[in-house]
């Protein structure tokens, strides 16, 4: 593989940093946990705890680049990450992405490169006990608080009756298209992440039944009343942990039912602007 990436750099800010297209991080968490990396002796910030991860590759994408660094550098089967993010430090023509992920039971993780000395789940609230990477010191506080598990639970029949692409002659195709739209979507813009990479449900009713699921959409079909089955749908996700849940609609009555139920509201021209 082309490796060319590896190689220091300044950025704008002056710094020198390590990765001629940018570097990328995962932070990795379970129940409260984080997995951290204990560096080599031999290494940048010897013996100091950070992140798995390392120099991009010349057009390699942020989360490609933490998954293989992470399985480079660990005993670490990334397939079981289930990523949920991007937060990224831009420093003028250099930048370091956190790929922010979990997964559902915690596996133990060991070292498996020269770079990496120790390997260690570490409760969140005990990392700054730890000697840290400097890097990793500075933009913990920030990516900390993105150990969230967005998910978006759209209205469809709200999000499209609010444009003007005659849905009203056919609701079946309409909706179609709004899940193919949403499905390629490469990442959403939703705090705290700067790219995020939520769960997806469209809630669909009436004439929009049975669009079946798209690549990335679950689609589910209200057998009643829409709004039940969007209310419902909040319940069983705002009891997981880290879920951050919002339901994309302009519905007042829906609104206050999804935020009693726990959830956050968007609404449609903030999904329609994304897509
Ligand atoms: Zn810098």
Not at 227 to 256: F, H, N, S, W
């Amino acid at each position: 593989m082309d490796r060319d990436g590896d190689q220091f750099v300044h950025c704008g800010l002056g710094h020198r940093h390590w990765g001629k297209y940018g570097a990328a991080g995962l932070l990795l968490h379970h129940g409260g946990t984080v997995l951290l990396q204990q560096r080599s002796a031999l290494s940048l910030g010897p013996e100091t705890w950070g992140l798995f991860g390392g120099a991009r590759e010349r057009d390699e994408p942020p989360v490609t680049a933490a998954l293989r660094e992470a399985a480079e550098e660990s005993t670490l089967d990334v397939g079981v990450v289930r990523v949920r993010g991007i937060v990224s430090e831009d420093h003028r023509g250099w930048s370091y992405d956190t790929v922010v992920g979990d997964v559902e039971s915690r596996p133990e993780v060991a070292p498996a490169s020269w770079e990496s000395k120790d390997a260690r789940w570490v409760p969140a609230g005990e990392v700054t006990d730890m000697n840290l990477f400097p890097a990793f010191a500075i933009s913990w506080p920030k990516v900390r608080d993105a150990m969230r598990r967005p998910v978006l639970i759209v209205d469809t029949a709200n999000v499209m009756g609010s444009r003007n692409d005659g849905w009203w002659r056919d609701r079946h195709g309409a909706a179609t298209r709004l899940r193919d739209q949403i499905d390629a979507v490469e990442g959403f813009r939703l705090p705290p992440f700067d790219v995020a990479f939520p769960e997806l449900v469209m809630i669909v009713e009436g004439k929009a039944r049975g669009i079946g699921d798209g690549e990335h959409v679950r689609v589910v079909t209200a057998e009643g009343e829409g709004d039940d089955t969007i209310v419902d749908t909040v319940r069983q996700y705002a009891g997981v942990p880290d879920a951050d849940v919002y339901v994309i609609t302009a519905d007042r009555e829906l609104k206050r039912r999804s935020q009693e139920a726990g959830a956050s509201i968007l609404g449609p021209r903030w999904l329609l602007g994304q897509l």
